[in-house]
Each structure stands twice: as C-alpha cells, then as structure tokens.
C-alpha cells in the first residue's frame, strides 16, 4: 500500500504563488510516476504536471508550462508542484496520484493511488 498527504493549497491574487506538497509512504519502490492533477467544479479531473521518480524526467500540461515545475526529494520522499503566475483559471483540487506504469500520465484512471487533495484559489 502507498499513502500520499498533500499540503500546501491556499488562497492566493492571481500573478502569486504557491508550493504544493505531496508526501508519500508505505511501499514505495512500486512507483515509478507522480503525478500532480486538478479538478475545477463541473470539469473534469486534469493532468497537470509529472514527473518519472527513477531519473526526474518531466512533462507538463501546455496550460501549465513555463509557471508549474514539478519535482522530487528523495530524502523526503516527497514530491513538489511550485506553481508561479498563477491565474483564476488554476482555481480548483490539486491532487498527487502515484502509479508503477500508467498507460499515459495524463489518465486519472491509470493512477491507484491518491491523497485526499488540496484546494487553490487564485482571485483576479
């Protein structure tokens, strides 16, 4: 079993920023992929950011590049989304997902794993 707690959600004018943290315990040499997500009311649930946990490779949603940087501490097991210039559009429940080999990192489904979830609000 794998346990995620996120942290780090608040309430922020747009052009802020916040970090969020996702720490992760319990058997976690079964994850390869952590994946930050987001859910606004009325959408669906969005992959935002990645990141491969054996050699830190990186992907981002085209909505988020250039202001979102994901990344990890292995010490601390815990993996990071610093989120820069943000906009109201980013308003919504942030979410740390961990899987061993999902088909694509941008599928909630492929993910077995997940924290309870923390809430951004950015306001214009």
């Known amino acids: 079993q794998v346990q995620l707690v996120e942290s780090g959600g608040g309430s922020v004018q747009a052009g802020g920023s916040l970090r969020l943290s996702c720490v992760v315990s319990?058997?976690?040499?079964?994850?390869?992929?952590m994946t930050w997500f987001r859910q606004a009311p009325g959408k669906e649930r969005e992959g935002v950011a990645t990141i491969y946990t054996a050699s830190s490779i990186t992907a981002y949603a085209d909505s988020v590049k250039g202001r979102f940087t994901i990344s990890q501490d292995n010490a601390k097991n815990t993996v990071y989304l610093q989120m820069n210039r943000l906009e109201p559009e980013d308003s919504a429940m942030y979410y740390c997902?961990?899987?061993?080999?999902?088909?694509?990192?941008?599928?909630?489904?492929?993910?077995?794993?997940w924290g309870q979830g923390t809430q951004v609000t950015v306001s214009s």
């Open positions: 319990g058997y976690i040499y079964s994850i390869k992929w």
């Open positions: 997902a961990a899987a061993n080999r999902p088909r694509s990192w941008k599928r909630p489904e492929d993910f077995g794993y």
